[in-house]
């Protein structure tokens, strides 16, 4: 499957962020502010803005969401489930070519949260591996003692 460096990129947040809960003896990476700001950082979230406390919970729900998107039992439980992410997220397609990329798209709406921000490019990422028929990639590791997407 062949996808453009921002889908790679949306991809690859999802799992950073899902990956970020607690989990066993590991523990949760998305537990306060600092966390947040680290991750919008290390994932170089564009125009993330000033994060507060109320962002911090939005993408700690939009890591549940993300999670349950790739648990899904079957396609139509997936595919539900990304088209009321992207639905809430105010997916705002748009080309962009900042920080030295080429063009590419954002599907966050100007001015959204950082929450919203990610559920838009994470969503519509999700989305495209779904509809390559790829939905099998999305996967949670096979080890016994593992839970890691």
Same mark, same amino acid.
């Given at each position: ?10 991809? &690859? ?16 990476? &998305? ?73 590419? &798209? ?8 950082? =929450? ?10 999700? %989305?495209?591996?779904? =509809? %390559? ?8 590791? =096979? =080890? ?6």
């Amino acid at each position: 499957m062949d996808l453009g460096h921002d889908t790679q990129h949306a991809l &690859m947040t999802v799992v950073d962020l899902v990956n970020s809960r607690a989990s066993g003896s590991r523990p949760d990476r &998305m537990a306060d502010l600092a966390d947040l700001t680290g991750f919008v950082e290390r994932r170089q979230v564009s125009d993330a803005g000033t994060l507060g406390e109320s962002d911090l919970a939005a993408v700690r729900r939009l890591r549940d969401r993300l999670r349950a998107i790739v648990l899904a039992a079957d396609d139509a439980e997936a595919v539900r489930l990304v088209n009321d992410l992207v639905a809430d997220g105010r997916t705002t397609p748009r080309l962009t070519d900042h920080d030295g990329w080429p063009l590419h &798209m954002h599907y966050y709406a100007p001015g959204a949260r950082v =929450a919203e921000h990610l559920a838009a490019d994470c969503g519509m990422a999700l %989305a495209f591996v779904i =509809a %390559a028929g790829e939905r099998q990639r999305l996967a949670v590791c =096979a =080890a016994p003692d593992c839970d890691r997407v």
